[in-house]
């Protein structure tokens, strides 16, 4: 079993709709949560990050923790075109630790 | 700032040829890190450095090398070139023991994309 997992999709949208994007994990040790989008060709940026359980929100984005069922999610209401990227879910015990990243998922949003 | 560059953007290197991928930042971070990223793999972290003069292993260090002289460079070396190291390479850095700060944010590079033939 892979330490974090991820459905690479790719997933394909009508602008407007609500995107849910997932990631589940085997090492009940991480707390720190993190999803990076990486545009074509380009290097990954921080999104939105979540320390243990619960949910964040930022504009159009909410982050999802449940540790309970090691289980992580992004949502994303009124997708735009802009927002087509690969996103990559990443994940850690300690602060100091080393980040261990998903495979991510390709997202499309059609105009 | 420019953040994190790297050099070169691409590369087609034949098998027993080595280099060099450079890796400069002007944030004045701490840490640095390579990772290389195949698709469907996700990001595999192959060395990493906490300061000038101290690097560690990743998850896939075998075939590479790598040097921290400055705070603000990180050469990745790859010696006898192999196809199993065609890849796209990202270096990124952060700042850890910011004050107060509960998580540090890496930063990453452009990429160097490198095709071993």
């Known amino acids: 079993q892979k330490e974090v997992e991820q459905d690479p999709g790719p997933l394909s949208v009508p602008e407007g709709a609500i995107v849910s994007l997932n990631c589940t994990y085997s090492n009940s040790a991480f707390q720190y949560f993190m999803w990076y989008r990486q545009y074509s060709r380009k290097g990954p940026e921080l999104l939105m990050y979540?320390?243990?359980?619960g949910n964040k929100e930022d504009g159009r984005f909410t982050a999802q923790v449940d540790k309970s069922s090691k289980y992580i999610s992004l949502f994303i209401r009124d997708s735009q075109p802009s927002d087509s990227a690969t996103y990559l879910c990443a994940m850690k015990e300690t602060s100091y630790d080393k980040v261990i990243f998903g495979p991510g998922t390709s997202l499309s949003v059609i105009p | 700032n420019a953040g994190v560059t790297q050099t070169p953007k691409f590369r087609i290197l034949k098998i027993g040829q080595s280099m060099t991928l450079q890796c400069t930042q002007d944030?004045?971070?701490?840490?640095m890190y390579w990772y290389r990223q195949d698709p469907g793999m996700g990001l595999k972290l192959i060395y990493y450095s906490v300061g000038a003069g101290i690097t560690d292993k990743g998850e896939v260090p075998n075939g590479y090398n790598v040097s921290r002289s400055t705070t603000e460079d990180f050469p990745l070396r790859l010696e006898l070139a192999a196809p199993s190291q065609t890849s796209v390479y990202f270096c990124a850095s952060s700042s850890y023991g910011t004050s107060g700060a509960l998580y540090n944010e890496q930063f990453f590079g452009p990429g160097t994309r490198l095709t071993v033939l």
């Open positions: 944030m004045n971070h701490n840490y």
């Open positions: 979540t320390y243990s359980s």
